[in-house]
């Protein structure tokens, strides 16, 4: 018997303190297994969006703006902000009522900052476990706040439904460089602060980036937070996309660099020459099909690395 049925049970009739606590300990890591379990496998069909983007892009602020936006339509929202910097009290998220305005009144809101400690690898799993909390609880809409297109964001890309990416205006040679994490992750990219000269050439360039033959569109526009410009525009885009069934949110590349992992452990020294095609794949240089064909034909021909 669990020692946090009691929790459990307040968490069941929706109680928020019962919620905060509970995603306190995730936090600790404490009693994750019997949490686990006690949630349910297919909570309701709520919404899990991640907004994430270089820091100082706008997130918090256009999340703020966003919560707005979903309770205008009648919904339930919850929000994880999740910065590794800023310690859960002292971090902007709650120190900020003009950037994500706190709405203290509202039990149709609720907001927790999540920090990872330092060096900690896990917080993908702890954020799958407090967003499965959130569902369950339930809300409508689950917002997640993340930094950059790091690896830990692409984790916690396989668990939301949609990740919104925004980019600054004037970007430049730093879109260039994301471009790669830009390819990966985005459902979505806003050209956030789009008050802010450049706006439309760096709409155009993204537009150039993503408009690859043979890859799936992904919608491309211009919001601002701060002005609260385009956000019915975005929750309607965002609405708008296929919600991503389960088995399509897992890492593909990670189940196909163990595939190339144990084909060369079993072919002995022989390292099977996939990674360049992999590599271009990513680059979308090669859409999917081409992709898969070169691999077979690499692995059929037997042809090795160097
Ligand atoms: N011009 C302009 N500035 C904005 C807009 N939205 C946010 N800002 C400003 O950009 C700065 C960063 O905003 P935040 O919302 O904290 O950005 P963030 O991406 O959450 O930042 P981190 O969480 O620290 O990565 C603040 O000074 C905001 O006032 C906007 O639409 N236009
Ligand atoms: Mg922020």
């Given amino acids: 018997m669990s020692t946090i049925e009691p929790l459990l049970e307040r968490f069941r009739r929706r109680d928020r303190t019962a919620l905060a606590r509970l995603l306190t300990l995730i936090a600790r890591g404490e009693q994750r297994e019997a949490i686990r379990a006690a949630l349910p496998r297919n909570p309701g069909p709520s919404r899990v969006v991640a907004v994430t983007g270089n820091g100082g892009v706008g997130k918090s602020t256009l999340v703020g703006q966003l919560i707005g936006v979903v309770r205008g339509r009648g919904r339930t929202v919850a929000v994880l902000a999740c910065d590794p910097e800023s310690p859960l009290t002292g971090g902007a998220l709650l120190g900020d009522r003009v950037r994500m305005p706190g709405h203290p009144e509202d039990a149709g809101v609720f907001i927790r900052s999540v920090t990872a400690p330092e060096g900690h690898e896990g917080i993908a799993d702890d954020?799958?476990?407090?967003?499965?909390?959130?569902?369950?609880?339930?809300?409508?809409?689950?917002?997640?706040?993340?930094?950059?297109?790091?690896?830990?964001?692409?984790?916690?890309?396989?668990?939301?439904?949609?990740?919104?990416?925004?980019?600054?205006?004037?970007?430049?040679?730093?879109?260039?460089?994301?471009?790669?994490?830009?390819?990966?992750?985005?459902?979505?990219?806003?050209?956030?602060?789009?008050?802010?000269?450049?706006?439309?050439?760096?709409?155009?360039?993204?537009?150039?980036?993503?408009?690859?033959?043979?890859?799936?569109?992904?919608?491309?526009?211009?919001?601002?937070?701060?002005?609260?410009?385009?956000?019915?525009?975005?929750?309607?885009?965002?609405?708008?996309?296929?919600?991503?069934?389960?088995?399509?949110?897992?890492?593909?590349?990670?189940?196909?660099?163990?595939?190339?992992?144990?084909?060369?452990?079993?072919?002995?020294?022989?390292?099977?020459?996939?990674?360049?095609?992999?590599?271009?794949?990513?680059?979308?240089?090669?859409?999917?099909?081409?992709?898969?064909?070169?691999?077979?034909?690499?692995?059929?021909?037997?042809?090795t690395e160097r």
């Fill in 127 to 303: 954020i799958d476990l407090m967003i499965k909390s959130l569902k369950a609880f339930p809300f409508d809409v689950v917002l997640v706040e993340t930094a950059g297109v790091g690896q830990g964001d692409t984790a916690v890309r396989d668990l939301v439904d949609v990740v919104v990416l925004l980019v600054q205006p004037e970007s430049g040679d730093e879109l260039q460089w994301q471009k790669a994490g830009l390819l990966e992750v985005a459902d979505v990219v806003v050209v956030h602060k789009a008050d802010l000269p450049g706006a439309e050439r760096t709409e155009s360039e993204v537009r150039d980036l993503l408009n690859l033959p043979g890859c799936r569109p992904v919608p491309v526009l211009r919001a601002s937070g701060g002005r609260g410009w385009g956000l019915d525009e975005l929750w309607g885009v965002v609405e708008s996309l296929p919600t991503r069934r389960p088995e399509e949110r897992r890492d593909r590349r990670a189940l196909l660099r163990l595939v190339q992992q144990q084909l060369a452990d079993r072919f002995g020294q022989m390292s099977i020459a996939v990674a360049p095609v992999l590599e271009r794949w990513s680059r979308r240089e090669v859409d999917d099909r081409e992709a898969a064909d070169e691999v077979l034909k690499a692995l059929i021909e037997g042809r």
